[in-house]
T-cell receptor, first 113, second 115 residues
Framework: EPEVTQTPSHQVTQMGQEVILRCVPI?????FYWYRQILGQKVEFLVS????????KSEIFDDQFSVERPDGSNFTLKIRSTKLEDSAMYFC???????????FGSGTRLTVV | KQEVTQIPAALSVPEGENLVLNCSFT??????LQWFRQDPGKGLTSLLL?????REQTSGRLNASLDKSSGRSTLYIAASQPGDSATYLC??????????????FGTGTRLQVTL
């Protein structure tokens, strides 16, 4: 079964540092997403990406966040200057056009200290 | 704005019982609904995907139904096992195909199946 792969699985960073979270979506999928889940809370939408541009972003996705698809396989989320409240599990997901079902990665647990 | 609610928030049952998890959503203009399983500290595993034109989907001991007009879905788990212990999330995708539409997630039901 095709998988969405995320690296690293866990990252600890100091407040104010930049982090890049990496994802390899399913190869024939066209839609890419980042979600996050703060401990004990709902899974929240951050951003969607299609045709090499952002389709939609939430109010959480401010100027500190950016996404890129630098080549044909990777999809990255960058946080420029991390804050304590950015500590969360970040999930990458992709969806195809056949039924628009989502496949999620196993997540990156980001801890900002 | 779509709101998704899941009841109950937590459930503990003895092994072997059949159980039903509920999901309700406020905007019936959905394209599909997906049920996910999440183990503690882990990712989201897709269990079942129901398109808006479908009434139910089955996979093994799992059966999910969808009543779009009333804004409800149920996940039925037959003959529960301790390995079913996890949080179950439902999520809806709005009806605007062709765009990278986001999912709206429910609050989740934390299930514990005891021996």
């Amino acid at each position: 079964e095709p998988e969405v792969t995320q690296t690293p699985s866990h990252q600890v960073t100091q407040m104010g540092q930049e982090v890049i979270l990496r994802c390899v979506p399913i190869s024939n999928h066209l839609y890419f997403y980042w979600y996050r889940q703060i401990l004990g809370q709902k899974v929240e939408f951050l951003v969607s990406f299609y045709n090499n541009e952002i389709s939609e972003k939430s109010e959480i996705f401010d100027d500190q966040f950016s996404v890129e698809r630098p080549d044909g396989s990777n999809f990255t989320l960058k946080i420029r200057s991390t804050k304590l409240e950015d500590s969360a599990m970040y999930f990458c997901a992709s969806a195809g056009q056949e039924n628009f079902g989502y496949t999620f990665g196993s997540g990156t647990r980001l801890t900002v200290v | 704005k779509q709101e998704v609610t899941q009841i109950p928030a937590a459930l503990s049952v003895p092994e072997g019982e059949n159980l039903v998890l509920n999901c309700s959503f406020t905007d019936s203009a959905i394209y599909n609904l997906q049920w996910f399983r999440q183990d503690p500290g882990k990712g989201l595993t897709s269990l079942l995907l129901i398109q808006s034109s479908q009434r139910e989907q089955t996979s093994g001991r799992l059966n999910a139904s969808l009543d779009k007009s009333s804004g409800r879905s149920t996940l039925y788990i037959a003959a529960s096992q301790p390995g079913d212990s996890a949080t179950y999330l439902c999520a809806v995708r709005p009806w605007d195909t062709g765009t990278a539409s986001k999912l709206t997630f429910g609050t989740g039901t934390r299930l514990q199946v005891t021996l």
